[in-house]
């Protein structure tokens, strides 16, 4: 059985690991997945801001409503969460084209910004039944328009450089500022960048009556939402992030440059279905996996929810290099760093903890996605708070006390899971040691 393994992870290492590598390294998933890290202190502080116009306790939330703070904190809110998608446009668009060596790359990524407007829906139906036009929603701003925002940074990304590269451009003489020799150089690509994205606009309008994000959404976007958001979906993707980590592959990079942009579309979803004033459940559309139970139950305390196995080498290793370890790696795990962990102990290639590093997470995510279905668990609003915001305190900033309680759960149950198999790794390594 041993052998069998080892040959698995051979195989793993030889063919899985450099097409994984090399897919990764792509100039499309590096800008998408930096690109996506623009929106995080958006995201942030647009939750934070979000929390403080709810405030879950009576006294407070009148005194709140009373002053109308309520309206100036949504107002923020509003301003930051719900243009997430123009973040992520001009983020992937203008890190896809500093990675290619281009200077201009701020005029590069204005325009994607400028293609993302021109290419969704410019008209809003009002309460009364009439259109509003010459407006942009923010519904298309933040959730449903994330894949369309992703799609036209990375077109444009390429196309700009492409211009560039080519010197599609105007040159300005020696001894021109540089601001103006940059904005006479983006001319030309910004030119042949809003020409080829208003075509793009005119064959959707006019042969489909519709939009292009419109139909990213239809065609995209939704199918994808669905397929993540699935009991299975949330299964198969804790269980490859932990075995690309077990590897030795960086399985939250991987994995969150994917999931990132649905997860946060089906945050947003969720966030929508509140501010339209219905209730926040699975029948009204509500979203179980969002970027919040990736952050909070499986990726909590790191990858393979290690705390566990970090409690046990703290307090109770009898190795002096568990012991050690785990001195030096206890406080970063509170904070879900486990780097220290992983490579550490290590779990890399250790037959030994390959079961519960891959178990626990898939426990995690199967039990945390049964207990939402059923109701037992809240949806997640738009409340995020950083990813390194230590377990049981995140819960209940984003779900309330059911959720902080849960996570409470899940630690014991790691401690349960790791027990048996860190001790059997401990006491090897204390033999070795005599």
């Given at each position: 059985?041993?052998?069998?393994?080892?040959?698995?992870?051979?195989?793993?290492?030889?063919?899985?690991?450099?097409?994984?590598?090399?897919?990764?390294?792509?100039?499309?998933?590096?800008?998408?997945?930096?690109?996506?890290?623009?929106?995080?202190?958006?995201?942030?502080?647009?939750?934070?801001?979000?929390?403080?116009?709810?405030?879950?306790?009576?006294?407070?939330?009148?005194?709140?409503?009373?002053?109308?703070?309520?309206?100036?904190?949504?107002?923020?809110?509003?301003?930051?969460?719900?243009?997430?998608?123009?973040?992520?446009?001009?983020?992937?668009?203008?890190?896809?084209?500093?990675?290619?060596?281009?200077?201009?790359?701020?005029?590069?990524?204005?325009?994607?910004?400028?293609?993302?407007?021109?290419?969704?829906?410019?008209?809003?139906?009002?309460?009364?039944?009439?259109?509003?036009?010459?407006?942009?929603?923010?519904?298309?701003?933040?959730?449903?328009?994330?894949?369309?925002?992703?799609?036209?940074?990375?077109?444009?990304?390429?196309?700009?450089?492409?211009?560039?590269?080519?010197?599609?451009?105007?040159?300005?003489?020696?001894?021109?500022?540089?601001?103006?020799?940059?904005?006479?150089?983006?001319?030309?690509?910004?030119?042949?960048?809003?020409?080829?994205?208003?075509?793009?606009?005119?064959?959707?309008?006019f042969v489909t009556n519709s939009s292009f994000a419109e139909f990213i959404y239809k065609m995209v976007q939704t199918p994808l939402q669905g397929i993540t958001d699935s009991f299975w979906g949330v299964v198969i993707m804790a269980m490859i992030m932990s075995l690309l980590w077990w590897v030795g592959v960086h399985g939250g990079n991987?994995?969150?440059?994917?999931?990132?942009?649905?997860?946060?579309?089906?945050?947003?979803?969720?966030?929508?279905?509140?501010?339209?004033?219905?209730?926040?459940?699975?029948?009204?559309?509500?979203?179980?996996?969002?970027?919040?139970?990736?952050?909070?139950?499986?990726?909590?305390?790191?990858?393979?929810?290690?705390?566990?196995?970090?409690?046990?080498?703290?307090?109770?290793?009898?190795?002096?290099?568990?012991?050690?370890?785990?001195?030096?790696?206890?406080?970063?795990?509170?904070?879900?760093?486990?780097?220290?962990?992983?490579?550490?102990?290590?779990?890399?290639?250790?037959?030994?903890?390959?079961?519960?590093?891959?178990?626990?997470?898939?426990?995690?995510?199967?039990?945390?996605?049964?207990?939402?279905?059923?109701?037992?668990?809240?949806?997640?609003?738009?409340?995020?708070?950083?990813?390194?915001?230590?377990?049981?305190?995140?819960?209940?900033?984003?779900?309330?006390?059911?959720?902080?309680?849960?996570?409470?759960?899940?630690?014991?149950?790691?401690?349960?899971?790791?027990?048996?198999?860190?001790?059997?790794?401990?006491?090897?390594?204390?033999?070795?040691?005599?």
């Amino acid at each position: 059985m041993i052998k069998e393994v080892y040959k698995l992870g051979n195989l793993i290492n030889e063919k899985v690991i450099p097409a994984v590598l090399k897919f990764t390294s792509t100039k499309a998933i590096r800008a998408l997945k930096d690109g996506m890290m623009y929106t995080m202190p958006f995201l942030i502080v647009g939750s934070i801001f979000l929390l403080l116009a709810n405030i879950p306790i009576p006294i407070v939330a009148n005194w709140v409503n009373g002053n109308r703070l309520g309206i100036v904190f949504s107002q923020i809110f509003q301003s930051s969460f719900n243009l997430m998608a123009f973040f992520a446009v001009i983020g992937i668009s203008y890190t896809y084209i500093k990675n290619e060596g281009i200077q201009a790359s701020l005029a590069g990524s204005l325009t994607a910004l400028s293609a993302f407007v021109l290419l969704i829906p410019s008209s809003v139906a009002t309460e009364d039944g009439n259109l509003a036009i010459n407006v942009i929603s923010k519904d298309w701003t933040s959730g449903k328009g994330m894949i369309c925002a992703i799609v036209i940074g990375l077109g444009v990304g390429w196309l700009y450089s492409f211009c560039m590269k080519k010197n599609l451009r105007i040159k300005m003489p020696d001894g021109v500022p540089q601001g103006v020799a940059d904005s006479f150089a983006a001319l030309v690509p910004a030119g042949i960048t809003l020409t080829i994205t208003g075509l793009l606009f005119a064959v959707f309008y006019f042969v489909t009556n519709s939009s292009f994000a419109e139909f990213i959404y239809k065609m995209v976007q939704t199918p994808l939402q669905g397929i993540t958001d699935s009991f299975w979906g949330v299964v198969i993707m804790a269980m490859i992030m932990s075995l690309l980590w077990w590897v030795g592959v960086h399985g939250g990079n991987i994995c969150g440059a994917i999931l990132s942009p649905i997860l946060q579309s089906n945050m947003a979803d969720n966030q929508a279905i509140i501010d339209s004033g219905k209730e926040l459940s699975i029948a009204n559309g509500g979203h179980i996996f969002t970027q919040q139970f990736w952050d909070n139950f499986l990726c909590m305390t790191g990858a393979g929810i290690v705390i566990g196995l970090v409690l046990f080498i703290t307090f109770f290793a009898k190795s002096k290099q568990l012991k050690e370890l785990g001195k030096l790696a206890f406080i970063p795990n509170l904070f879900n760093i486990n780097e220290p962990i992983i490579f550490g102990v290590p779990i890399v290639m250790n037959l030994y903890l390959l079961l519960p590093f891959v178990l626990v997470p898939i426990l995690v995510g199967a039990s945390s996605y049964i207990l939402m279905s059923l109701g037992i668990l809240p949806l997640f609003t738009g409340v995020m708070v950083p990813w390194t915001t230590p377990p049981v305190i995140s819960g209940f900033l984003i779900g309330g006390w059911r959720v902080a309680l849960w996570q409470f759960i899940i630690i014991v149950s790691s401690i349960a899971i790791y027990y048996p198999f860190i001790k059997k790794v401990d006491l090897t390594l204390a033999e070795n040691e005599l």
